[in-house]
């Protein structure tokens, strides 16, 4: 493209858009969503294999009783950072690169409506998490106060390395921030002519809600991390009793923005698993407008449950009621959403390609972990299973099988579209049956072990749950090295693999099926026309 | 940047900056809220008494528990003079609480009470507390500090035995070093004197 351009500076600058620049500067100034979503995928799976190589750690050590491989200290800096890095490196940076990929396409605009800030929320990342990720090297070591850093475990008692910890919070949360004003941008201004809300595809509704629970919550986040600073630097006692603060304070602050985060890892898989099912069962979505309905309620509830995290602290009972009785009613909305996808499949014609194995595995597992979160919620029954292992089960299952099924379901199901290559099918299957496998393996004797009383974050245990563990941490390590497989087959259908037809599926009906397989650089330029067949039904 | 979207812009970004300032209006609310209801154990400050107003409600007998416990890395020795009492609702009472610093430095404390069940920290009532101050203490130096209170005689039925725990936290390091300093000068004075008393049961004037 540019070799061709010596002496006709006139088109110079007319050809520069027409493709993406050369080189490393192609991704570091990038304003392209496609990119930008690119990026951010392999960011993110980046920080999932560290965040696994933790949880392997962890497992290691919990193969057996007693103590082997780490010190206690290495541990709790592990659990501390698994948990941090999958939930603020993996999970939501996947889910922010799907809206970039998917969002333009899908709602017909030909960019996200900022782009250049788009940009810099990419680039803060490997910042923020170079910064949390140096802190493990620091005299004292990194985090070691769980991923939850309740004070004064993380003021009083925390390493000095605290002070990073919190700068990178900071910046991972400016970049989520500034990654949902985007998305919300997007959606409410760039919609092609005929789009309206209630013909926008699921993911586009989920994730405009995701992006408003960020707002909300993120903030929140950045102050209780900034009371902490000042805790630790400027005397002040937010969280210490000593002065007058009080350690119950920051729970509630960090379970107000808590609770609606694990929604903001959630919701926009339904929003995957809503796009794939009717595609694989060929079908129109069951009940679209109660989806978007129950999304907002789930994201409403999200606000009034926090302190069902919290049942033990010491809670008057009219408090306790309210928090079991509005955690349960979040059943209501998420029923509604699994009896949709089931009644989607229901007499549909169904095939099952990957994605569609995913997220059909989504739907049962999700399930189990939200029934296991019911469990949770009989304030009751919770001062018996609270910190122990069941609960280390239920968020996993909802949070493995749950939200990473559903992005490894969307990985196979648009992988397609952005690479313009079929990818190898056989071994996509292949490594479903392995992570179902794996991860049922891996967390479901969690279950058990917990309601025996073991407790979490804690690198040695009783004898009596030794089995347990051994099979646990068996199929850690299947599930872990599944992933590798994962990794071999996406830059497989990158390099090499049966070209992909514009649909890509048979079943597929949207705007960014109606484009070439790999999308073109530039998308949507003059707004395409939305009509029946090509919106989300 | 078209107007539209930069109108959707500015909006979210307000939206983040008022939940920004929402995350920091939480602690005063939650402290109002830990006030009004009495949740969290948290009894209110210095109580006046006015004889006229309560009468002892000689139908109940309530017990009330003094438990005494050092936060973390304190090393101050800390116990009341009575593990427990008996009192009526609207009876005045007063306890000693007897605290050592063994050490051979001056240090500050601070103690911070809890009332639990929950529900009966808004109807206990200190006229005297030596946790609405900080003290200091001398090197050796024993402190008998007198508490004095009453359960408001509408405290629910349903509750006969309430306990009040203090933790006492070393503030040493994060309080005004001027106090310190005055105090370590005044601790040096004494001894160059060579006051002869290694421990000075000093009662806080009640």
Redesign the interface.
């Known amino acids: 493209m540019s070799e061709v351009v010596v002496g006709h500076d006139h088109h110079d600058d007319d050809d520069h858009h027409h493709g993406p620049a050369k080189g490393i500067a192609r991704w570091l100034f990038t304003t392209n969503h496609k990119d930008i979503g690119t990026l951010y995928l392999w960011f993110s799976f980046a920080m999932f294999l560290i965040g696994g190589c933790m949880a392997l750690v962890i497992r290691t050590e919990l193969f057996e009783p007693g103590l082997q491989f780490v010190d206690p200290e290495f541990f709790n800096q592990m659990t501390t950072n698994h948990g941090l890095i999958m939930v603020f490196g993996a999970i939501m940076p996947a889910f922010v690169g799907l809206a970039n990929w998917l969002i333009p396409m899908q709602l017909g605009a030909p960019d996200m409506?900022?782009p250049r800030m788009n940009n810099l929320s990419f680039w803060i990342l490997p910042f923020a998490f170079g910064l949390m990720l140096s802190t493990l090297f620091m005299e004292g070591g990194g985090p070691n106060f769980g991923w939850t850093f309740y004070a004064p475990l993380s003021t009083?008692y925390a390493p000095d390395s605290v002070t990073f910890f919190i700068f990178a919070v900071h910046m991972m949360g400016a970049s989520s921030?500034m990654g949902?004003?985007n998305i919300?941008?997007t959606i409410?201004?760039?919609r092609a002519p005929g789009m309206t809300f209630m013909k926008m595809p699921l993911f586009c509704w989920t994730w405009l809600i995701t992006a408003y629970l960020l707002?909300?919550?993120?903030?929140?986040?950045?102050?209780?991390v900034t009371?902490m600073l000042f805790d630790i630097h400027f005397?002040t006692?937010?969280f210490?009793?000593?002065?007058g603060g009080?350690p119950?304070?920051f729970q509630?602050?960090f379970w107000?923005f808590g609770h609606p985060e694990v929604y903001i890892m959630i919701l926009p898989a339904f929003g995957i698993v809503s796009a794939i099912i009717p595609t694989f069962a060929r079908k129109p979505l069951f009940g679209y407008d109660s989806m978007v309905y129950a999304t907002a309620s789930i994201a409403f509830l999200s606000f009034i449950v926090w302190a069902h995290h919290m049942f033990t602290v010491?809670?008057?009972l009219a408090?306790q009621l309210f928090f079991m009785y509005s955690t349960m009613f979040i059943a209501v909305p998420t029923g509604v959403k699994v009896f949709n996808w089931v009644a989607t499949m229901w007499q549909g014609s169904m095939t099952f390609e990957t994605p569609m194995l995913f997220a059909i595995a989504f739907v049962v597992l999700f399930t189990m972990g939200g029934f296991s979160g019911l469990m949770l919620a009989i304030t009751p029954a919770d001062y018996q299973y609270h910190d122990t292992y069941f609960v280390v089960a239920h968020f996993h299952y909802v949070l493995v099988p749950g939200a990473l099924f559903s992005i490894i379901a969307a990985v196979y199901f648009w992988l397609p579209k952005w690479c313009g290559n079929m990818y190898d099918e056989s071994l996509g299957k292949l490594h479903f049956w392995l992570s179902f496998v794996g991860v049922n393996v891996t967390f479901f004797p969690q279950h058990f072990s917990g309601l025996a009383g073991m407790p979490r974050r804690i690198p040695d245990y009783a004898l009596q749950f030794a089995d347990f563990n051994m099979i646990s941490s068996m199929g850690a390590f299947l599930f872990g090295f599944s992933q590798l497989l994962f990794m071999y087959i996406v830059i497989k259908a990158i390099r090499s693999g049966k070209p992909a037809t514009g649909q890509v599926w048979e079943g597929a009906h949207g705007l960014e099926w109606t484009i070439p397989s790999p999308a073109p650089y530039h998308t949507f330029t003059t707004p395409p026309v939305v009509s029946d067949s090509n919106a989300h039904n | 940047?078209?107007g539209?979207?930069r109108k959707?812009?500015t909006r979210?970004?307000l939206?983040?900056?008022g939940?920004?300032c929402?995350?920091?209006a939480?602690?005063p609310l939650?402290d109002l809220l830990?006030d009004i209801?009495g949740?969290?154990?948290k009894t209110g400050g210095q109580y006046t008494y006015d004889a006229a107003m309560v009468q002892p409600d000689k139908s109940r007998l309530l017990k009330v528990n003094f438990l005494t416990n050092t936060?973390?890395g304190m090393v101050w020795e800390f116990r009341s003079e009575k593990g427990g009492v008996r009192v009526h609702p609207g009876e005045l009472k007063t306890v000693n609480f007897i605290v050592r610093n063994p050490t051979d430095k001056v240090m500050v404390g601070?103690a911070?009470p809890s009332v639990?069940p929950?529900?009966a920290a808004e109807h206990f009532h200190k006229t005297e507390c030596f946790c609405f101050e900080q003290q200091v203490l001398q090197p050796g130096e024993e402190l008998m500090m007198p508490m004095r209170f009453l359960v408001g005689p509408e405290l629910p039925k349903n509750v006969e035995t309430i306990s009040l725990s203090y933790?006492l936290?070393?503030?040493t390091d994060?309080v005004d070093q001027g106090v310190l300093a005055a105090a370590t000068a005044a601790s040096q004075k004494a001894s160059s004197l060579e006051q002869t008393k290694e421990t000075k049961p000093l009662v806080v004037e009640g």
Do not use: E, K
């Open positions: 409506a900022l009083t921030i949902s004003i919300i941008a409410l201004n760039m707002i909300a919550v993120m903030p929140v986040l950045a102050g209780a009371m005397g006692s937010f210490s009793a000593a002065g009080d119950v304070m509630h602050i107000f010491g809670m008057p408090g | 940047m078209q539209s979207i959707t812009v979210l970004g939206i983040a900056l939940m920004f929402f995350g920091w939480l602690i939650y830990c209801t949740l969290n154990g936060n973390g601070q911070i639990s929950g529900r933790a936290f070393d503030i994060t």
